[in-house]
Nanobody, 125 residues
Framework: QVELVESGGGLVQAGDSLRLSCVASGETLDDYVMGWFRQAPGKEHEFVAAIRWTTSTSQYTDSVKDRFAISRDEHKYTMYLQMNKLKPEDTAVYYC??????????????????WGQGTQVTVSS
C-alpha cells in the first residue's frame, strides 16, 4: 500500500513557475513508476509525466516537454514536478500516482494503482 500526498498548487499568472511535490509513504518505491496526471474541468485525466524511481528514466506528454521537469529525491521519498512558463491551458487538478512496475515500463494511461488527493493549479492569462 502506497500513500501519496501532493502539495504546491496555487494560482499564478501565465509565464510563472510552480513546483509540485508528492510525498510517498508505506512501501519502498524501487519497483515503482511514479507519475503526474492532470484533469481539467469537463475533461478526462491526462498524462503529464512519469519517472522510474530507480533509474530516473522519465517520459513527458508533448505539450509540457520543454516546460516541465519531473524529478525525485529518493531519500525524501518525494517526487517533484517543476512547471515553468505556465499557460492558462495548464489549469487543472494535478494528481500524483504510483504504478507497480518491476520492469520499469512507463504507462501513460491512468491505470496506476495508487493516487493522491490532487492539488489545484490555476493559471490566469
Amino acid at each position: 500500500q502506497v500513500e501519496l500526498v501532493e502539495s504546491g498548487g496555487g494560482l499564478v499568472q501565465a509565464g510563472d513557475s510552480l513546483r509540485l511535490s508528492c510525498v510517498a509513504s508505506g512501501e519502498t518505491l524501487d519497483d515503482y513508476v511514479m507519475g503526474w496526471f492532470r484533469q481539467a474541468p469537463g475533461k478526462e485525466h491526462e498524462f503529464v509525466a512519469a519517472i522510474r524511481w530507480t533509474t530516473s528514466t522519465s517520459q513527458y506528454t508533448d505539450s509540457v516537454k520543454d516546460r516541465f521537469a519531473i524529478s525525485r529525491d529518493e531519500h525524501k521519498y518525494t517526487m517533484y514536478l517543476q512547471m515553468n512558463k505556465l499557460k492558462p491551458e495548464d489549469t487543472a487538478v494535478y494528481y500524483c500516482a504510483a504504478d507497480l512496475s518491476p520492469l520499469g515500463f512507463i504507462k501513460t494511461n491512468f491505470h496506476y494503482g495508487y493516487w493522491g488527493q490532487g492539488t489545484q493549479v490555476t493559471v490566469s492569462s
